[in-house]
């Protein structure tokens, strides 16, 4: 079989990595200054872009869209190229994706301190970068659709499954949640199209999903391939990863209303939210397990590369994560962890944990063999993945007990009827000290991710940049009748693209479309 030349475009991973570097020390950075507001709140009084109120959706959308999103597009554009046996569909778009992507984190940098916002969780953005945002995301897709169509690769692999889910998911979520009226189109004020308890439940459709499907599923994408590469061992089970997409893709739509207990929101939609948020354990604990045993035989790799232990813990606190996420949507349990800082640990476990670690193992991964060489110091990357591990520790346990603290002390009641603490301040000078050390777990995981900055930049410098890597594969042939015979129908939906897309489309938008109407 003749073998066909072509090129790896190893410049947009290259570029994508060192936004994911960058953007994630300033993100870091903004938020573990929020954090020591909470111990110093007069700590830049009189500042107004840098009042809290304005830097926490900066924080949040840095960390968020700029660090986990260029880490996603790093991910996605190495492992594509490299499983389809293509460079990618076109550089324009490629460029497209990454400036694009880069202004608009830029933008959002500079309007969130003026005071721009829409004050919408995640959504924050006002409807010119809106718009960017659709165009930007438009362009990773159609260059990713446009890659898989021009394949020498005839098997479509679970990776790309979930990376096709995150932009179909993620298109609808990101178009609905944002219609909106801007006041002129000189002005960066809009206003959002829905209103009251419609808008609320729109809001938490989209704000629940974008940590489905922007901190998840392409995540799940990047676990399915660098786990197996780093382990050099197979997916454990074939079976299980069909079964994880899309139960996933299809059962996450639907448990936005678990935000909204309690509420104006009709109790049967909160019930339904409740339901298929608990039946989302299954699926996720599917795609971990499956995940960890992929691992098996080569547990011993883990005591020695620093690339698995960071994998390993990442896909370990997706675990826990997506344990406690189901188990705070009951009502009962809802009823003690809503509106305290419980809540925002079990993000933080996700978000240092899952998100942070596998972003870092990725790297770790991909540096020394973008410039062909050895990784600049194994020892500094184990001292960060145990300097932000015990990051995570001292960030989230305080804010456990912190969480419990705030539940209790509301809910304590004289025999009169009053309030035992009827002042608000009360309940936060008893958890300052719990505050003090979510400051010091910030400050471990920044001093980590520093050293990983330090480690990619040397390693840089001892290797050898190359662009355009080369490649070679056989053409697609075209396949016989002979082969398809007696072939399944998830084996005929992985050679084809455009049903795989389509089917993944209507497993997300029915879910969506529930969710929108409970109303």
Same mark, same amino acid.
């Given at each position: 079989?003749?073998?066909?030349?072509?090129?790896?475009?190893?410049?947009?991973?290259?570029?994508?990595?060192?936004?994911?570097?960058?953007?994630?020390?300033?993100?870091?950075?903004?938020?573990?200054?929020?954090?020591?507001?909470?111990?110093?709140?007069?700590?830049?009084?009189?500042?107004?872009?840098?009042?809290?109120?304005?830097?926490?959706?900066?924080?949040?959308?840095? $960390?968020?869209?700029?660090?986990?999103?260029?880490?996603?597009?790093? *991910?996605?554009?190495?492992?594509?190229?490299?499983? @389809?046996?293509?460079?990618? %569909?076109?550089?324009?778009?490629?460029?497209?994706?990454?400036?694009?992507?880069?202004?608009?984190?830029?933008?959002?940098? !500079?309007?969130?301190?003026?005071?721009?916002?829409?004050?919408?969780?995640?959504?924050?953005?006002?409807?010119?970068?809106?718009?960017?945002? =659709?165009?930007?995301?438009?362009?990773?897709?159609?260059?990713?659709?446009?890659?898989?169509?021009?394949?020498?690769?005839?098997?479509?692999?679970? =990776? !790309?499954?979930?990376?096709?889910?995150?932009?179909?998911? $993620? =298109?609808?979520?990101?178009?609905? +949640?944002?219609?909106?009226?801007?006041?002129?189109?000189?002005?960066?004020?809009?206003?959002?199209?829905?209103?009251?308890?419609?808008?609320?439940?729109?809001?938490?459709?989209?704000?629940?999903?974008?940590?489905?499907?922007?901190?998840?599923?392409?995540?799940?994408?990047?676990?399915?391939?660098?786990?197996?590469?780093?382990?050099?061992?197979?997916?454990?089970?074939?079976?299980?990863?069909? !079964?994880?997409?899309?139960?996933? !893709?299809?059962?996450?739509?639907?448990? *936005?209303?678990?935000?909204?207990?309690?509420?104006?929101?009709?109790?049967?939609?909160?019930?339904?939210?409740?339901?298929?948020?608990?039946?989302?354990?299954?699926?996720?604990?599917?795609?971990?397990?499956?995940?960890?045993?992929?691992?098996?035989?080569?547990?011993?790799? $883990?005591?020695?590369?620093?690339?698995?232990?960071?994998?390993?813990?990442?896909?370990? *606190? %997706?675990?826990? =994560?997506?344990?406690?996420?189901?188990?705070?949507?009951?009502?009962?349990?809802?009823?003690?962890?809503?509106?305290?800082?419980?809540?925002?640990?079990?993000?933080?476990?996700?978000?240092?944990?899952?998100?942070?670690?596998?972003?870092?193992?990725?790297?770790?991964?991909?540096?020394?063999?973008?410039?062909?060489?050895?990784?600049?110091?194994?020892?500094?990357? +184990?001292?960060?993945?145990?300097?932000?591990?015990?990051?995570?520790?001292?960030?989230?346990?305080?804010?456990?007990?912190?969480?419990?603290?705030?539940?209790?002390?509301?809910?304590?009641?004289?025999?009169?009827?009053?309030?035992?603490? *009827?002042?608000?301040?009360?309940?936060? +000078?008893?958890?300052?000290?719990?505050?003090?050390?979510?400051?010091?777990?910030?400050? @471990?995981?920044?001093?980590?991710?520093?050293?990983?900055?330090?480690?990619?930049?040397?390693?840089?410098?001892?290797?050898?940049?190359?662009?355009?890597?080369?490649?070679?594969?056989?053409?697609?042939?075209?396949?016989?009748?002979?082969?398809?015979?007696?072939?399944?129908?998830?084996?005929?939906?992985?050679?084809?693209?455009?049903?795989?897309?389509?089917?993944?489309?209507?497993? $997300?938008?029915?879910?969506?479309?529930?969710?929108?109407?409970?109303?």
């Amino acid at each position: 079989m003749e073998m066909e030349q072509f090129y790896y475009d190893n410049k947009i991973v290259k570029n994508f990595i060192y936004a994911t570097l960058f953007w994630g020390v300033v993100g870091m950075s903004v938020g573990l200054l929020l954090a020591y507001y909470f111990l110093f709140p007069t700590l830049t009084e009189g500042v107004s872009w840098l009042s809290f109120g304005r830097l926490r959706p900066l924080h949040t959308n840095a $960390v968020i869209f700029a660090f986990v999103g260029n880490a996603i597009f790093a *991910g996605s554009y190495y492992s594509m190229q490299r499983l @389809l046996k293509a460079r990618m %569909y076109s550089d324009f778009l490629s460029k497209l994706n990454f400036w694009g992507w880069q202004l608009i984190i830029l933008g959002a940098a !500079i309007t969130f301190p003026m005071g721009f916002s829409t004050s919408k969780e995640y959504a924050e953005l006002e409807w010119p970068f809106d718009i960017a945002i =659709a165009i930007v995301w438009v362009a990773w897709g159609a260059n990713m659709i446009g890659t898989l169509i021009k394949r020498r690769q005839r098997h479509i692999y679970v =990776a !790309i499954w979930f990376y096709l889910a995150t932009f179909v998911a $993620v =298109a609808l979520l990101h178009i609905f +949640n944002n219609l909106e009226f801007p006041i002129s189109l000189t002005s960066m004020k809009s206003y959002s199209v829905y209103a009251g308890v419609q808008d609320a439940l729109v809001q938490w459709w989209y704000g629940h999903n974008a940590v489905a499907f922007f901190l998840t599923t392409p995540f799940l994408g990047l676990m399915y391939y660098f786990i197996p590469k780093a382990a050099e061992r197979p997916v454990y089970s074939y079976r299980l990863s069909i !079964i994880h997409f899309w139960s996933l !893709i299809f059962i996450y739509m639907w448990a *936005g209303p678990h935000h909204l207990l309690y509420t104006a929101l009709p109790e049967w939609a909160q019930n339904l939210g409740v339901v298929f948020s608990v039946m989302l354990v299954a699926p996720s604990w599917g795609g971990m397990i499956n995940g960890l045993l992929t691992l098996r035989g080569a547990w011993d790799k $883990v005591r020695t590369d620093p690339v698995l232990k960071f994998l390993v813990v990442a896909v370990t *606190g %997706y675990g826990m =994560a997506t344990f406690e996420g189901p188990t705070l949507a009951l009502k009962n349990v809802n009823a003690i962890a809503h509106f305290t800082d419980w809540i925002i640990a079990h993000v933080h476990v996700g978000a240092l944990a899952w998100n942070g670690f596998l972003t870092f193992g990725m790297i770790y991964y991909l540096v020394p063999k973008m410039w062909k060489t050895k990784l600049y110091s194994v020892r500094m990357a +184990n001292t960060h993945f145990w300097i932000g591990t015990l990051g995570i520790v001292f960030y989230t346990i305080p804010l456990y007990i912190a969480g419990f603290t705030q539940a209790t002390m509301w809910k304590q009641f004289s025999p009169d009827g009053n309030l035992v603490y *009827g002042n608000f301040l009360d309940t936060v +000078n008893a958890i300052m000290p719990m505050y003090a050390m979510r400051a010091i777990g910030g400050t @471990l995981y920044i001093t980590g991710a520093i050293l990983a900055v330090i480690n990619v930049i040397q390693t840089i410098r001892q290797g050898q940049a190359v662009t355009d890597e080369l490649a070679e594969a056989p053409a697609l042939a075209p396949i016989s009748k002979r082969r398809v015979a007696g072939e399944t129908l998830h084996h005929w939906l992985e050679r084809k693209p455009v049903q795989m897309t389509i089917w993944a489309t209507i497993a $997300v938008a029915i879910g969506g479309e529930i969710g929108r109407a409970h109303v």
